[in-house]
């Protein structure tokens, strides 16, 4: 059975810092690449960071870059992203992402809110 369970998010303040894990089980975790988005209200859902399956690659969207950073820890099947410098408009619920070939899963997602 394959499932992807997302940490809590969490409210922060602008400025401030959180890490948010994704635990995947029921599949070769190591093999797929891995994602993380995010939908903010009345927004599309959009690609935020991304890191290949061998973990020798890594992508940002322009607005996350050198305050976001994607890794994985495949001893334990899980993937982070660690999020400095949040700003009120990196508010959204943030989803983890798993795929390979046709194979992709999504976890169930997590409301961050960056305000004061």
């Known amino acids: 059975q394959v499932q992807l369970v997302e940490s809590e998010g969490g409210l922060v303040q602008p400025g401030g810092s959180l890490r948010l894990s994704c635990s995947a089980s029921g599949f070769d975790f190591i093999r797929y690449a891995k994602r993380w988005y995010r939908q903010a209200p009345g927004k599309e859902r959009e690609l935020v960071a991304a890191i290949s399956s061998t973990g020798s690659s890594t992508n940002y969207a322009d607005s996350v870059k050198g305050r976001f950073t994607i890794s994985r820890d495949n001893a334990k099947n899980t993937v982070y992203l660690q999020m400095n410098r949040l700003k009120p408009e990196d508010t959204a619920v943030y989803y983890c992402?798993?795929?390979?070939?046709?194979?992709?899963?999504w976890g169930q997602g997590t409301q961050v809110t960056v305000s004061s």
């Open positions: 992402w798993v795929g390979r070939g046709r194979d992709i899963y």
